[in-house]
């Protein structure tokens, strides 16, 4: 609808634009006929009041102006009957004066003619302008933005691809499904092909207070056989009144807090071995263990991961190892405390 309006608001203003040319036209002609015509009818005066002096001894010839008969008897009407003409008859022998004929009677005015002429062009090159205007309008309307399409057929917007349906993430069961404290005093038998791991790590931030950090300095021991697999961590906690966790809380002045547990068992604990190298990851939800009363859960988890790596060689079945453990948004490298950090590999 709108590209119509377009197309008939332009068509009107293009015939309006050349009608008033026509009419401009028009006009210019009619003021031409009328400045030829006022010429020839002045052209034989030569002295005051339009009369020409009479020459001797020559033929006078009235001019008769032929304009009223054109109009009383416009070209193709008959001939009027000729006017009596009173006086004595004619000699015998001599030649019979005919009458004269009417200059305007039975042809046109040289005059009229043209002006004929000339309004049949203006009202030609008046019929082009609106033949040209509208040509214009209806093409101009079929494409209003330039760009080659039309405007009663909007371009479709292209159908966004359908999504990639995720995969479903596999679930994992909640820390907190089996009592606080409940794996505290268990252990997987390692076997022919399993293993046992304990690591201890530096200061890790825990919490950020408004009035300073909580930060703890993790441990973990872990034992497997191949197939499941149970993790212990212990977080004591430090409560420190500085902005940045210290990197030794006790030499800090930082308050000692209460220190929580955490138990992960297979399949919330993901562990994969790789050589003599271990990586463990899963999120842990941590406990307390008041002097008085059971072990109850603090509402707190943190996403852990930690990898150890055998760094020496092989004592008794035990080898020193080293690595990093990343608790929540912090990490820390293992302790260089002696025996702290240990690989026991089986298979």
């Known amino acids: ?10 068509l009107v203003s293009w015939v309006a634009a050349a009608l008033l040319l026509g009419a401009v036209l028009g006009a210019a002609a009619a003021t031409l006929v009328a400045g030829r015509s006022g010429r020839r009818g002045g052209a034989g005066t030569g002295g005051p009041g339009g009369t020409t002096a009479p020459v001797p001894g020559a033929r006078q010839v009235r001019e008769v102006d032929d304009l009223p008969g054109f109009l009383e008897h416009p070209p193709g009407s008959p001939d009027p009957p000729p006017a009596a003409v009173a006086g004595p008859a004619p000699a015998t022998g001599a030649t019979a004066t005919r009458p004269a ?18 309004l049949l062009a203006m009202a030609s ?38 999504p990639t349906p995720l995969e479903p993430t596999p679930a ?4 907190t499904e089996v009592a606080a404290g409940a794996l505290a005093d268990r252990s ?3 076997g022919d092909d399993g293993l046992t791991a304990r690591a201890s790590f530096g200061t890790v931030l825990l919490e950020r207070r408004a009035v300073g950090v909580t930060v703890t300095r993790p441990d973990f021991d872990v034992s497997s056989d191949g197939e499941r697999s149970l993790a212990h961590v212990r977080l004591p906690t430090f409560n420190c009144l500085v902005r940045e966790p210290p990197a030794d809380p006790e030499s800090a002045g930082c308050a000692r807090g209460a220190t929580e547990y955490a138990d992960l068992s297979s399949p919330g604990l993901r562990m994969t071995r790789a050589g003599d190298r271990l990586e463990l990851a899963g999120r842990i939800a941590t406990y307390t263990r008041p002097p008085a009363g059971p072990a109850a859960y603090t509402g707190r988890s943190y996403p852990i991961r930690a ?32 025996g702290a950090n240990v690989l026991q590999l089986r298979g």
């Not at 200059?103 to 009229?112: E, L």
């Not at 008046?126 to 371009?155: E, R, Y």
């Open 101 to 118: 004929r009417r200059s305007g009677a039975g042809r046109h005015s040289p005059d009229a003619l043209s002006a004929r002429r000339t």
């Open 125 to 162: 090159a008046a019929a082009v302008l609106v033949l040209v205007a509208a040509v214009i309008a209806l093409v101009g309307g079929d494409d209003p933005a330039g760009d080659g399409t039309p405007a009663s057929s909007p371009v479709p917007s292209p159908t966004p691809p359908e």
């Open 188 to 190: 997987v038998a390692p």
């Open 1 to 10: 609808m709108t590209a119509a309006a377009v197309s008939s608001t332009a």
């Open 307 to 338: 990898t150890l790596t055998a760094e020496g060689p092989e004592r008794d079945g035990r080898t020193p190892a080293g690595g990093v453990l990343r608790l929540g948004p912090d990490s820390a490298p293992t302790t260089d405390r002696p």
């Open 172 to 175: 994992e069961p909640a820390p």
